[in-house]
């Protein structure tokens, strides 16, 4: 019986593929100490990406010398940026100075120089023009008492001599016309009270540079004494009751002033309308009082107060004539 050779397994002969194109080029890319290859014209078998080049670690003293670097670069690029700001913030200061003077140079601007010279000169008459002065910032308030009379005489010399240089020498109030008639009518308005105060209320500017006018709004305060009955209010100073009744009351004069100026910025004309009737009727008179008062006032152009107190006669019926301006009903009706 034939027997069969042994059953013997044999491997398989090994194929011979070609490398992988990654393979091929990681050969060629270890293969450095080849000086036949040439890595800008391998084509299709290069390397897909150029080496990686390897960088040097900075040590740290590097890496604290570059640092301090920046920072002092920033510091100098700050420091010039401040110094410009700095230099822009003088600029404008200089331009803002010189906006300043030249709205000032504008008389009839609302910052301009008409504007500071009327409040200059309602600040220095505040408490008016008296005869017979306390000290300056002092309101007279039922003061029997007299300064020497180098007081007097020096505050007063300084306020008509500011006078003198802000009023025309032909300044018309009214109808009054001089400087003198102006002074007067300041000494009248403050010796005929026992307390005269001037405060601004607000100042607008009308016109034009050529006509400029200037119209305050003022509030003046005044305590009634019996001098205002004797310059202001003769027709009643008889009435005793009214009389005593209004002296030391106070009383509040709602007062709108205008002034017009000459071409070098002094005061031409002056005009005034004083509310009698509203500072009257807010301080507690009744209309009869008032109308009795008003009917006999030495006022005249609704402010000016003449030098001699007029006595008016008065019909036997003692009502005024409906046409007088300081009727009543005629200051009632407007």
């Given at each position: ?203 607008d500017v009308l016109g034009g540079e050529e006509s400029p ?35 030391g009351q106070p009383v509040v004069y709602p007062v709108c ?45 609704n402010f000016v107060i003449e030098d001699m107190p007029r ?24």
């Amino acid at each position: 019986m034939a027997t069969c050779p042994p059953f013997s397994i044999q491997p398989a002969p090994r194929l011979l593929l070609p490398k992988p194109r990654s393979v091929m080029c990681l050969s060629v890319m270890m293969n450095a100490s080849n000086p036949l290859v040439n890595f800008s014209t391998l084509g299709d078998d290069g390397p897909l990406r150029p080496p990686r080049v390897s960088r040097a670690t900075k040590s740290s003293r590097e890496r604290g010398r570059a640092f301090r670097a920046r920072r002092k670069a920033y510091h100098e690029k700050l420091l010039a940026r401040v110094h410009a700001l700095r230099e822009e913030v003088v600029y404008l200061d200089i331009q803002h100075r010189l906006l300043l003077e030249q709205t000032a140079n504008f008389r009839h601007a609302a910052s301009g120089s008409l504007v500071h010279l009327i409040r200059e000169y309602l600040t220095l008459f505040k408490f008016g023009l008296r005869t017979t002065m306390l000290p300056p910032g002092v309101e007279r308030f039922f003061s029997s008492t007299r300064e020497p009379e180098s007081i007097r005489d020096d505050t007063n010399s300084f306020l008509l001599d500011f006078m003198s240089k802000v009023v025309d020498a032909n300044v018309v109030a009214g109808d009054e016309q001089g400087i003198k008639a102006f002074k007067d009518l300041w000494r009248l308005y403050t010796d005929a009270h026992a307390s005269f105060r001037i405060d601004i209320d607000k100042i607008d500017v009308l016109g034009g540079e050529e006509s400029p006018v200037l119209a305050v709004y003022t509030n003046t305060h005044v305590h009634f004494s019996r001098a205002t009955f004797q310059i202001i209010f003769p027709q009643v100073q008889s009435d005793e009751v009214l009389v005593q009744k209004m002296i030391g009351q106070p009383v509040v004069y709602p007062v709108c002033c205008r002034f017009l100026f000459t071409r070098n910025n002094q005061i031409a004309r002056f005009d005034a309308d004083m509310n009698f009737v509203g500072g009257l009727l807010d301080s507690g008179c009744t209309i009869d009082e008032i109308t009795r008062m008003m009917a006999g006032a030495s006022i005249h152009d609704n402010f000016v107060i003449e030098d001699m107190p007029r006595v008016v006669e008065t019909p036997e019926t003692n009502e005024p004539p409906n046409t007088s301006k300081m009727h009543m009903r005629y200051l009632l009706s407007e």
